[in-house]
């Protein structure tokens, strides 16, 4: 069963999702450098503005954020993301990632449209592909009638939503349908957008690992439709050929 067509998700009423935002504004916000969050801003090419607050300090100060909470169910992360998302400061989207991606597994296949409003909303790579690869991987991975959504994904105008198709199976190893992730690289092969054409090579790369004389065959087959950047990520790991023996 598909789950695309549904419409905007509503923020449903959470009192951990209540407990964990005031706790996370006040802390994050405590700890802001401006002028650190302008040079963060300018690196992301000014999708969103920033507190200015490193990796390792915010993961630090969001677990004084979590410690002694209850677990979440499907409610409270969906009502956690929506709310972060709303909020301007892209640390704030960045806690709601790595919040989603520590407890997706106790969400259903309908959280999947949740998913998609996080992508398509406040679009860019640096949360983009840890939620398609962590959050709706493992959404597809535990229900495999998702695949249906990923097969309207990979044709959705939005960039971002289709790059989502390409790198949701990034994680899967010898679990990847191939098949589909051949089939979702040529779809896209002619995509005038750079980060789509970077999630093409990215994709087939990661699978190269797994299985390196698969990505070596399907380009040797079809190389001629595909953008050198494509091509070149993909074998950057395993060149064209195998090497020689001496």
Same mark, same amino acid.
């Given at each position: 069963?598909?789950?695309?067509?549904?419409?905007?998700?509503? +923020?449903?009423?959470? +009192? #951990?999702?209540?407990?964990?935002?005031?706790?996370?504004?006040?802390?994050? @916000?405590?700890?802001?450098?401006?002028?650190?969050?302008?040079?963060? %801003?300018?690196?992301?090419?000014?999708?969103? /503005?920033?507190?200015?607050?490193?990796?390792?300090?915010? !993961?630090?100060?969001s677990r004084t954020?979590?410690?002694?909470?209850?677990?979440?169910?499907?409610? *409270?992360?969906?009502?956690?993301?929506?709310?972060?998302?709303?909020?301007?400061?892209r640390e704030y989207?960045?806690?709601?990632?790595?919040?989603?991606? !520590?407890? &997706?597994?106790?969400?259903?296949?309908?959280?999947?449209?949740?998913? %998609?409003?996080?992508?398509?909303? &406040?679009?860019?790579?640096?949360?983009?592909?840890? #939620?398609?690869?962590?959050? &709706?991987?493992?959404?597809?991975? @535990?229900? /495999?009638?998702?695949?249906?959504?990923?097969?309207?994904?990979?044709? *959705?105008? =939005?960039?971002?939503?289709?790059r989502a198709a390409?790198?949701?199976?990034?994680? %899967?190893?010898?679990?990847?349908?191939?098949? !589909?992730?051949?089939?979702?690289?040529?779809?896209?092969?002619?995509?005038?957008?750079?980060?789509?054409?970077?999630?093409?090579?990215? @994709?087939?790369?990661?699978?190269?690992?797994? =299985? /390196?004389?698969?990505?070596?065959?399907?380009?040797?087959?079809?190389?001629?439709?595909?953008? /050198?950047?494509?091509?070149?990520?993909?074998?950057?790991?395993?060149?064209?050929?195998?090497?020689?023996?001496?």
């Amino acid at each position: 069963m598909s789950v695309t067509g549904a419409g905007p998700a509503a +923020v449903p009423p959470s +009192v #951990l999702a209540d407990t964990l935002l005031e706790r996370l504004t006040d802390v994050y @916000a405590a700890a802001a450098d401006p002028e650190r969050a302008v040079a963060m %801003r300018a690196y992301m090419k000014d999708v969103a /503005p920033f507190l200015g607050l490193t990796t390792p300090e915010r !993961r630090a100060l969001s677990r004084t954020v979590v410690k002694g909470t209850p677990r979440p169910d499907e409610t *409270d992360l969906t009502a956690l993301a929506l709310r972060c998302w709303r909020l301007p400061e892209r640390e704030y989207h960045y806690f709601a990632v790595d919040y989603l991606r !520590r407890h &997706v597994g106790r969400c259903s296949s309908g959280f999947l449209p949740v998913t %998609r409003q996080l992508i398509a909303t &406040v679009s860019w790579w640096d949360t983009v592909d840890l #939620l398609a690869a962590h959050v &709706v991987g493992t959404l597809v991975a @535990a229900d /495999p009638a998702l695949t249906a959504d990923m097969d309207a994904w990979i044709v *959705d105008d =939005d960039l971002w939503i289709a790059r989502a198709a390409l790198l949701h199976q990034l994680r %899967r190893k010898e679990h990847t349908d191939t098949e !589909r992730l051949f089939s979702y690289c040529l779809r896209q092969s002619g995509h005038p957008d750079f980060f789509v054409r970077k999630a093409i090579g990215w @994709a087939l790369r990661e699978y190269a690992k797994t =299985d /390196p004389e698969a990505v070596r065959g399907f380009l040797a087959r079809e190389r001629g439709r595909f953008a /050198p950047l494509s091509v070149r990520e993909a074998l950057k790991n395993i060149g064209a050929r195998p090497p020689r023996r001496t």
